[in-house]
Structures are given as C-alpha cells and as structure tokens.
T-cell receptor, first 110, second 110 residues
Framework: QKEVEQNSGPLSVPEGAIASLNCTYS??????FFWYRQYSGKSPELIMF????GDKEDGRFTAQLNKASQYVSLLIRDSQPSDSATYLC??????????FGDGTTLTVKP | DAGITQSPRHKVTETGTPVTLRCHQT?????MYWYRQDPGHGLRLIHY???????DKGEVSDGYSVSRSKTEDFLLTLESATSSQTSVYFC?????????FGPGTRLLVL
C-alpha cells in the first residue's frame, strides 16, 4: 500500500461544477496535510494546508480532513478552465519530510 | 515566489557520465529537498538537507549523492548517469510546513 494515495483520475468536470479530489494516507501519526497544484510543465505550488479535523475554506477551495478515516479531500467550487491542472496531495512527517501522492489530473471543460 | 533557481534547466547527457544539478535559494530556508518526478510516480524524494553539511536519504537515493556546503546551495550529483535517471528534477525549500519548488531541471540520459 502506498503511503499517500489519490484518485487515479483523470477527472473531468464542466465549467461551474464542483470538483472533488480525494486522498488517503497510511501513517496515523501524520499531522499536516497539503494540496499543491501543478500546471503542465511547471512546478508545484501550494493551494491549501490543513492541520485539524473538519473543513477549511479559502475562496473557491475547501480542504476537508478526517484523521479517524485518514482521509483528506479538496473541493473546488465553481470550477474554471484555469483550474485544469494536476493536484498533488502531500503529507508531512515529523522528520521534516513530505510524502506526495501521484496526483490527480483535473480538466475543466468550458 | 521563494527565490529558488535551478541550473541547468535542461540537460542531455550520455550513460556513464557524471552530472551535477544545482539548486540555489535566496530565502535562507534551512530545509532543502531534491525530488524526481516521473509519469505515474508523482514526486519522489531523493535526498534532503536540514542544514549546512546535514543531509539524509529519501526513498529513491540509490545512484545519487548530495552536498550542501552553504545554506543557499544544494547540489545533486549523479555519479554515473543511467537511462533510468531520465526525469524531471525539482528542488524545494521549506518554510515552517510549506514547501516551495524551483522551476525544475529536465534531464535526458541517452
């Protein structure tokens, strides 16, 4: 089992819809969770981080964390074509390292 | 933008030759990382550094070595490049819990 797993994708949604990206992790001791966005040919950039159970909202983005289920998700409301990218889930360890999922590619169709 | 540069940005080399990739940061971040990214594998940690001359291995360190003689520079060396090391290499730094990525280096080993 991989340490961090994401929906294999690709995921396609129409413009204006809600895109839901999911991530599970295996280390119950993980404390901090991140979503990075990566456009094709570019480097990853941070979208959101979450440390506590529940929801965290930032504009059109909502991160959800359920530590009991070892599950993190990212919801993108009112999806735009500019949201088309690969989304990487990352989990930080106490040793200062991050483990990344393989990413989910999202396409938002006009 | 965390002020991270990588050089070279593109390189083609032959099997068996040594290759050194450079990461330079201007942010005085303590932690630095080298990742490789391949289709279907997401970001995989090669080596990381938690201070000058303090480095440790990641999950795919075989065939790679690193050095960090000063805070701003983190070098990744492929002692004898192999075709399996053809990849995109990303350097990253960390501030608190967030990682900031350089633009990447595309390496082709023929």
């Amino acid at each position: 089992q991989k340490e961090v797993e994401q929906n294999s994708g690709p995921l396609s949604v129409p413009e204006g819809a809600i895109a839901s990206l999911n991530c599970t992790y295996s280390d119950r001791g993980s404390q901090s969770f991140f979503w990075y966005r990566q456009y094709s040919g570019k480097s990853p950039e941070l979208i959101m981080f979450i440390y506590s159970n529940g929801d965290k909202e930032d504009g059109r983005f909502t991160a959800q964390l359920n530590k009991a289920s070892q599950y993190v998700s990212l919801l993108i409301r009112d999806s735009q074509p500019s949201d088309s990218a690969t989304y990487l889930c990352a989990v930080n360890t106490n040793a200062g390292k991050s483990t990344f999922g393989d990413g989910t590619t999202l396409t938002v169709k006009p | 933008d965390a002020g991270i540069t990588q050089s070279p940005r593109h390189k083609v080399t032959e099997t068996g030759t040594p290759v050194t990739l450079r990461c330079h940061q201007t942010e005085n971040h303590r932690y630095m990382y080298w990742y490789r990214q391949d289709p279907g594998h997401g970001l995989r940690l090669i080596h990381y550094s938690y201070g000058v001359k303090d480095t440790d291995k990641g999950e795919v360190s075989d065939g790679y070595s690193v050095s960090r003689s000063k805070t701003e520079d983190f070098l990744l060396t492929l002692e004898s490049a192999t075709s399996s090391q053809t990849s995109v290499y990303f350097c990253a730094t960390r501030l608190q819990e967030t990682q900031y990525f350089g633009p990447g280096t595309r390496l082709l080993v023929l």
